[in-house]
């Protein structure tokens, strides 16, 4: 955190209704892709942090973040699970049952009994989220004007919306536009359709990542095809809105007895086949891309 909450109260309240309706929005998505991130992480499945949330929670069981109510001071209205007043009720909800909770942060554990280290995980995301807005807030203190040179005609709504709210951009996102005008220049592979090559040896590395060993990223050149029993799986996925290849990879693995070989970063073997079937599919458009996932509409 870098203002104090009186700092941060006092730029919010000179920003306009809109404005402030989207940085909080922002702040509540933020806080749920890192909930969700850590409960994934702690049964076992590994996603990308810049995963879509709806897309996470599909492959959680529990409990789910919902967002949080700022009371603007510490008040008696607004009760933790054990009846201590607070001025930030988070709540979440259990997917099964529908219960839901309300507690401060402090006593996440305590309320959901999930592990202490998942635990400091979730906080120190919430400090980051935190840090963003506060990041964001100085910035509008100090006049910040996008460069022009950045400035692009297929901007994604992530970086369009802010901008068109009179919002600065995050450094993070700074950065992609900078990557985005370097790709054009010279486009990245994992931005262009995915094309299996013929070897003469019948094994190869994952093309997503340069930093595979490669002695555990080897695969036969059957590996590229997805098997037909997992094909039907994927494309329904797909037709549920799941955005990410990744977590496809995972909603495959933990439900559909898909092969779990993953390579030393964590991502799964059968990443490149999912990929493939997927893009072999008519309708199917891609969103974006990076070296850890592929997001697609459908």
């Known amino acids: 955190m870098i203002l104090t909450v009186e700092q941060r109260d006092e730029m919010l309240a000179r920003l306009s209704e ?3 309706s ?3 929005d922002q702040m509540t998505r ?8 850590a409960m994934a992480k702690e049964k076992g499945a590994h996603v990308p942090a810049d995963a879509e949330p709806e897309d996470i929670e599909i492959l959680l069981n529990e409990w789910i973040y ?11 209205e607004l009760k933790c699970e054990c009846g201590r007043s607070l001025r930030y009720q988070h709540h979440v909800q259990h997917k099964s049952s529908g219960q839901v909770m309300k507690f401060g942060i402090e006593h996440l554990k305590e309320h959901l009994g999930i592990d202490a280290s998942i635990v400091a995980v979730i906080i120190k995301g919430f ?6 807005l506060d990041e964001m807030l100085l910035k509008i203190e100090n006049g910040w004007q996008i460069d022009p040179e950045l400035i ?5 709504p992530e970086i369009m919306v802010p901008l068109s709210l009179g919002l600065p951009l995050l450094d993070k996102q700074i950065r992609k536009l900078k990557q985005r005008a370097a790709q054009k220049l010279q486009p990245a592979a994992a931005e262009r359709p995915i094309i299996v090559p013929q070897p003469v040896k019948p094994a190869i590395t994952d093309i997503f990542s340069w930093q595979e060993d490669a002695a555990a990223a080897a695969q036969k050149v059957d590996d590229f095809e997805l098997p037909y029993e997992l094909q039907g799986p994927t494309r329904k996925f797909l037709e549920s809105r799941v955005k990410s290849a990744r977590v ?4 495959l693995i933990e439900n559909h007895r898909a ?15 999912v990929c493939r079937y997927i893009e072999s599919l008519k309708g199917i458009q891609l969103q974006s891309a990076n070296s850890d996932d592929r997001y697609y509409s459908f």
Request: with cysteine.
């Open 18 to 20: 809109e404005q402030q």
């Open 22 to 24: 989207y940085l909080l």
């Open 30 to 37: 933020g806080r749920r892709t890192i909930f969700a991130n």
């Open 66 to 76: 919902k967002g949080y109510i700022d009371a603007g001071k510490v008040s008696p």
């Open 127 to 132: 400090d980051a989220v935190d840090y963003e």
């Open 152 to 156: 692009q005609a297929d901007m994604t």
């Open 248 to 251: 496809i990879c995972e909603l």
């Open 259 to 273: 092969p779990s070989a993953r390579f030393i970063t964590n991502k799964p073997k059968m990443f490149l086949p």
